[in-house]
């Protein structure tokens, strides 16, 4: 089963997502404003926290990061301790794998002394090209000798293009076949559509992040997010779902 991870990015959309509990699977706390990965407030965290379903685990990213270990390690516990259980980070400004293991291996400790259940996800972009950042390919690879528990990609540049305009599925395959490889979890972002459910789910994706698509005219910006556009969406994921089950070849 695929889990469908919501971004909402502030309190009043965690509210929204909170009317659609039952179509989601995680809670994710960003500010999209400070960026793809954006980090929020470490008390809207913690409202976020408060106000959403207890079964329901909420996520924070750190930010789109710097090559700075001992600032992310703390920033990275600043959202466990604020009642985050998976703890994203934006490896953006990495630009070797190695720079990479090294954030990863200190927001890991920092993480897990603290709250050992915790999931920590490594994250890469898939416009890496575009900002100069570490390759796609190279980041299950960091989660793996970090110790994080996924590995995912996100687009930095939020400019309509998509995950698969810059990795294609074949490529996005690999991406999840090398995370797995190393018993970690797959996650693909990057102003994902309904239309591309269906690649996602047959090349095994653990978790498919969203927000643009469940905004309001599909609009991470100014568009807010509808707890009837999760339904729709998590409708689409099911259908896709079972679909591949079955062995039917799927529209999309
Ligand atoms: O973690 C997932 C991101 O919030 C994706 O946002 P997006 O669908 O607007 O690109």
Known sequence: MVLLLISPDGVEEALDCAKAAEHLDIVDVKKPDEGSLGANFPWVIREIRDAVPADKPVSATV???????????????????????????????????EQGIEVMRAVVRAVKDHRPDALVVASGYADAHRIGCVNPLAVPDIAARSGADAAMLDTAIKDGTRLFDHVPP???????????????????????????????????????????????????????????????????????????????????
């Open 170 to 252: 074949d490529v996005c395959a690999e991406f999840v076949r090398l995370a797995h490889a190393s018993g970690r979890l797959a996650a693909l972002a990057g102003s994902v559509k309904q239309a591309d459910l269906g690649p996602l789910t047959r090349i095994g994706t653990d978790i498919v992040g969203v927000r643009g698509a469940v905004c309001e005219g599909g609009d991470r910006n100014a568009g807010r997010i509808q707890p009837h556009l999760v339904a729709a969406f998590r409708a689409e994921m099911d259908r896709q779902a079972q679909e591949h089950a079955v062995g039917v070849p799927a529209v999309n």
């Open 63 to 97: 930010g789109d990061v710097p090559y700075k270990p001992g600032t992310v390690a703390q920033a990275a516990l600043g959202a466990v301790v604020s009642g985050a259980t998976y703890i994203k980070v934006g490896l953006y400004g990495c630009t070797t794998p």
